[in-house]
Nanobody, 123 residues
Framework: QVQLVESGGGLVQAGGSLKLSCAASGRTFSNYHMGWFRQAPGKEREFVARISTRGVITSYADSVKGRFTISRDNAKNTVYLQMDSLNPEDTAVYYC????????????????WGQGTQVTVSS
């Protein structure tokens, strides 16, 4: 089992920045690929960003590419999502998730999920 706890969400004006953190506990964090997903009201959960076990490989959804940066610190068992140039379309609950096997953008491949943190961007 891996327990994930997100933090860092909040209310920010358009053009602003937030940095989300996801602290992991339980099994060896460095064995898991990590991802960030988000879900806006009335919409399906969507992939945002992913990072490989050692942080060498990252990828992003087109909607956030160039604005968001995913990183991880395996010594601290934490994954981060730096979000810059935020716009109201980024408003959602953001979830971190852990995938033991596949380096993937598919939510179904992530076995463990945090409870989510709300990000609200005002115009």
């Amino acid at each position: 089992q891996v327990q994930l706890v997100e933090s860092g969400g909040g209310l920010v004006q358009a053009g602003g920045s937030l940095k989300l953190s996801c602290a992991a506990s339980g099994r060896t964090f460095s064995n898991y690929h990590m991802g960030w997903f988000r879900q806006a009201p009335g919409k399906e959960r969507e992939f945002v960003a992913r990072i490989s076990t050692r942080g060498v490989i990252t990828s992003y959804a087109d909607s956030v590419k160039g604005r968001f940066t995913i990183s991880r610190d395996n010594a601290k068992n934490t994954v981060y999502l730096q979000m810059d140039s935020l716009n109201p379309e980024d408003t959602a609950v953001y979830y971190c998730a852990a995938a033991p096997l596949s380096f993937t953008t598919q939510a179904r491949d992530y076995h463990y999920w945090g409870q989510g943190t709300q990000v609200t961007v005002s115009s």
